[in-house]
């Protein structure tokens, strides 16, 4: 099984919209990252937040965590075609040296 | 500042036979992890190697193994192969194993076992 599951697993907006998906996990976590990969390439870190911190910022990215919900959001915000790709949660957990990754939302910007 | 490279980019192979894939980390990086991923779905952890010694394995068979050379390079070998062995697999270097910053990930390499 997967830790960090993705909600939702597709998601299609035309440019310009918002996009926000959902991450959840089950263990306690160090801290969370989130990746993009585009068409089946490597993956691109975007953001790493840690178990103490409620949010971070990165251009136009905003993460939330909740660790009372195990939970944390991706948000994109003006999406532009080329935000085009798939985005995993990656969790790291408290204790051990692995990133676990979810299956990911699969996000279409329309032009 | 060089990143990733994974070589080769795609391979071929029948069942049965063996694969060694190839994985140059990217400056100031000690630990190399490495993932598998099927066809629409999130990677999978096989193993990490940190200063040249396995660090970490996930659920994978001991006929994946590996290695790390003192440069940090890093090596999957994968024997027997099986067609489900089909993936991509992906090599990830970072300082450290991931605690303060996030991984490098290669553009992969993509294996077809027929």
């Known amino acids: 099984s997967q830790q960090g599951e993705e909600d939702p697993q597709a998601l299609s907006i035309q440019e310009g919209e918002n996009a926000t998906m959902n991450c959840s996990y089950k263990t306690s976590i160090n801290n969370l990252q989130w990746y993009r990969q585009n068409s089946g390439r490597g993956l691109v870190h975007l953001i790493l937040i840690r178990s103490n911190e409620r949010e971070k910022h990165s251009g136009r990215l905003r993460v939330t965590l909740d660790t009372s919900k195990k939970s944390s959001s991706l948000l994109i915000t003006a999406s532009r075609a080329a935000d085009t790709a798939s985005y995993f949660c990656?969790?790291?957990?408290?204790?051990?040296?692995?990133?676990?990754f979810g299956g990911g939302t699969r996000v279409l910007v329309k032009p | 500042e060089t990143g990733v490279t994974q070589s080769p980019t795609h391979l071929i192979k029948t069942r049965g036979q063996q694969v060694t894939l190839r994985c140059s980390s990217q400056?100031?990086?000690?630990?190399v992890s490495w993932y598998q991923q099927a066809l629409g779905q999130g990677p999978q952890f096989i193993f990490q190697?940190?200063?040249?010694?396995?660090?970490g394995r996930g659920n994978f068979p001991p006929r994946f193994s590996g290695l790390q050379f003192p440069n940090y390079s890093s090596e999957l070998n994968v024997n027997a192969l099986e067609l489900d062995d089909s993936a991509l697999y992906l090599c990830?270097?970072?300082?450290?194993?991931?605690?303060?910053?996030?991984?490098?990930f290669g553009s992969g390499t993509r294996l077809t076992v027929v």
């Open positions: 400056s100031g990086h000690n630990t």
């Open positions: 990656a969790k790291r957990k408290a204790a051990g040296n692995k990133l676990t």
């Open positions: 190697y940190y200063r040249e010694e396995e660090n």
């Open positions: 990830a270097s970072s300082l450290g194993g991931g605690e303060n910053y996030g991984y490098t």
